[in-house]
C-alpha cells in the first residue's frame, strides 16, 4: 500500500468516527429531550433517506469528478448539519442533513479504492477500510456515548472538529483520471443510467448474490447496534454511556473477522463465506440466553468476528464486478441504494416493534431468525444456480 491510499484510509478514519459519535450524542440528546423512544430508530430512517433518494445521481458524481474532491464537499454538508444540530435544530432534521453528506461521500470513498488499486489488492484494501471504520465506530461509541453523558454540546463541538480534519486530509487525496464520466449531465438521463447500472448489476450472477447479502447486512448491523441498546438497558441494567460500550465489542469483532478475511480468502472464492451469515443469526437469537456483561460481551464479539469474516469479501467482489460492468461510482451508488433500502425497512419494523411495546427478548428472536432464514435462502438459490 503506498502513501495515497494512507492519506484516504486516515480521512475515512476521520469522517466514519464523527459519523458514529454522532449518533450517539444525538440519542442522548432525544433523551435529553424526552421524545418517545420510537424516536431513537428514526434517527436512522433519517440518516439513510438521502442515500435512497440520492442513489441516482451521486454514483454519477463521484465518476464525473476527482473522488478527493467530492469527499472535501461531503465532509462540508455534514459539518453544516452538526452545526445545526448545536444551534437547535431537532436532531432528526440536523441528522437529515449529515445523511446528505454521507450519502455523497460513500461512492467517492469506496469508488476510489478500484481506481487507485488493482483488483489483487482489494480484498486486502477494503479489509483495512472495513478495519478502520470499525475503530471508527469503536471510538465513536465511546466518544458519543461517554462525553455525552456529561455535556452535549461540547460533544457536538468535537465532532465538528473530527469532520474538518477529514475534509482537511481530502484536499491531499492524489487526483486520478476521471472514470466513466457520464456524456450528458440531465436529471432524466442520470436517472435512466443509473437505472440502467442497477439492472446490470442485479443481472450479473456474483453481483447478484454480494449486492443481495451485503444489503442483508448492513440493515441487519445497523438495525442490531439499537437492538444491543435496548436489549442492554433491559438484560443488563445498561444505561447509554455501558450500553454504547457492548456495541463498540459488535465492532471488535468485526475487526478481527475483516483481518482475517483480508488474510485468508481470495476474491475468487467470496461466495464460499455465506455460512457464516447464517451462524452470525443463531447467535443473534442466543442474546435472550444472557444476563451476565461479560458473557454478553464475548457473544457480540462472536457475531461481529463472523460479520466481518463474510462481508469484507462479498463487499470486495461487489466492487470488482461493479468497476468492471458500470464504473466504481455507479456501483457503489446502487450498492449503497440497496443497502440503505434494506436498513430503512428494517429499522422501520423495528421501529413498528418499539412503538407497539413488544418485549425486547421476542424482537431479538425475530431479528436473529430473520437473519439466518435469508442468509440460507440466499445460500441456496446460489447453489441452485452454480450446480
Keep these: 500500500m503506498n502513501l495515497g491510499f494512507y492519506i484516504i484510509l486516515l480521512a475515512q478514519f476521520l469522517s466514519a468516527l464523527a459519523d458514529n459519535a454522532l449518533l450517539f450524542a444525538a440519542i442522548a440528546l432525544l433523551q435529553q429531550m424526552q421524545s418517545p423512544d420510537w424516536h431513537t430508530p428514526l434517527l436512522q430512517e433519517f440518516f439513510v433517506i438521502s442515500y435512497i433518494v440520492l442513489a441516482p445521481f451521486v454514483g454519477s458524481i463521484a465518476d464525473a469528478f476527482p473522488k478527493g474532491r467530492v469527499m472535501f464537499i461531503s465532509n462540508g454538508i455534514k459539518f453544516i448539519g452538526t452545526i445545526a444540530m448545536i444551534f437547535g435544530l431537532p436532531p432528526l432534521y440536523a441528522y437529515g442533513i449529515v445523511g446528505i453528506g454521507a450519502a455523497a461521500y460513500s461512492p467517492a470513498k469506496y469508488g476510489i479504492l478500484t481506481e487507485f488499486l488493482p483488483p489483487n489488492m482489494l480484498v486486502k484494501a477494503n479489509g483495512w477500510m472495513e478495519g478502520s471504520t470499525v475503530l471508527a465506530i469503536i471510538l465513536g461509541a465511546i466518544i458519543g456515548g461517554k462525553l455525552a453523558s456529561i455535556d452535549v454540546q461540547m460533544t457536538m463541538w468535537i465532532i465538528t472538529g473530527l469532520y474538518l480534519a477529514a475534509a482537511t486530509f481530502n484536499?491531499?487525496?492524489?487526483?486520478?483520471?476521471?472514470?466513466?464520466?457520464?456524456?450528458?449531465?440531465?436529471?432524466?438521463?442520470?436517472?435512466?443510467?443509473?437505472?440502467?447500472?442497477?439492472?446490470?448489476?442485479?443481472?450479473?450472477?456474483?453481483?447478484?448474490?454480494?449486492?443481495?447479502?451485503?444489503?442483508?447486512?448492513?440493515?441487519?448491523?445497523?438495525?442490531?447496534?439499537?437492538?444491543?441498546?435496548?436489549?442492554?438497558?433491559?438484560?443488563?441494567?445498561?444505561?447509554?454511556?455501558?450500553?454504547?460500550?457492548?456495541?463498540?465489542?459488535?465492532?471488535?469483532?468485526?475487526?478481527?473477522?475483516?483481518?482475517?478475511?483480508?488474510?485468508?480468502?481470495?476474491?475468487?472464492?467470496?461466495?464460499?463465506?455465506?455460512?457464516?451469515?447464517?451462524?452470525?443469526?443463531?447467535?443473534?437469537?442466543?442474546?435472550?440466553?444472557?444476563?451476565?456483561?461479560?458473557?454478553?460481551?464475548?457473544?457480540?464479539?462472536?457475531?461481529?468476528?463472523?460479520?466481518?469474516?463474510?462481508?469484507?469479501?462479498?463487499?470486495?467482489?461487489?466492487?470488482?464486478?461493479?468497476?468492471?460492468?458500470?464504473?466504481?461510482?455507479?456501483?457503489?451508488?446502487?450498492?449503497?441504494?440497496?443497502?440503505?433500502?434494506?436498513?430503512?425497512?428494517?429499522?422501520?419494523?423495528?421501529?413498528?416493534?418499539?412503538?407497539?411495546?413488544?418485549?425486547?427478548?421476542?424482537?431479538?428472536?425475530?431479528?436473529?431468525?430473520?437473519?439466518?432464514?435469508?442468509?440460507?435462502?440466499?445460500?441456496?438459490?446460489?447453489?441452485?444456480?452454480?450446480?
Excluded at 464486478?321 to 434494506?342: C, D, K, T
Aim: hydrophobic content about 60%.
Design 171 to 387: 484536499m491531499y487525496i492524489p487526483k486520478l483520471p476521471i472514470d466513466h464520466k457520464l456524456p450528458k449531465r440531465n436529471p432524466l438521463y442520470i436517472f435512466k443510467d443509473f437505472w440502467h447500472s442497477f439492472k446490470v448489476l442485479w443481472k450479473d450472477p456474483m453481483g447478484q448474490v454480494s449486492l443481495a447479502v451485503t444489503t442483508l447486512f448492513w440493515g441487519a448491523g445497523a438495525t442490531l447496534r439499537l437492538v444491543v441498546l435496548a436489549w442492554a438497558a433491559v438484560a443488563l441494567d445498561f444505561g447509554l454511556e455501558h450500553a454504547t460500550q457492548l456495541t463498540a465489542m459488535v465492532a471488535v469483532g468485526i475487526a478481527v473477522g475483516s483481518v482475517f478475511a483480508a488474510k485468508y480468502i481470495k476474491l475468487e472464492d467470496s461466495i464460499k463465506v455465506l455460512p457464516a451469515g447464517i451462524l452470525m443469526g443463531l447467535l443473534v437469537m442466543a442474546m435472550v440466553l444472557i444476563h451476565d456483561w461479560r458473557v454478553a460481551s464475548g457473544l457480540l464479539f462472536l457475531i461481529g468476528a463472523l460479520s466481518g469474516f463474510f462481508v469484507v469479501p462479498l463487499n470486495a467482489l461487489l466492487q470488482h464486478r461493479g468497476h468492471l460492468l458500470i464504473g466504481a461510482g455507479h456501483s457503489i451508488a446502487v450498492q449503497n441504494f440497496n443497502e440503505n433500502l434494506g436498513i430503512l425497512v428494517l429499522i422501520g419494523v423495528y421501529a413498528l416493534m418499539v412503538k407497539a411495546e413488544l418485549s425486547i427478548n421476542l424482537i431479538v428472536i425475530a431479528f436473529g431468525l430473520f437473519v439466518s432464514l435469508s442468509m440460507s435462502g440466499i445460500y441456496r438459490l446460489y447453489k441452485l444456480k452454480t450446480f
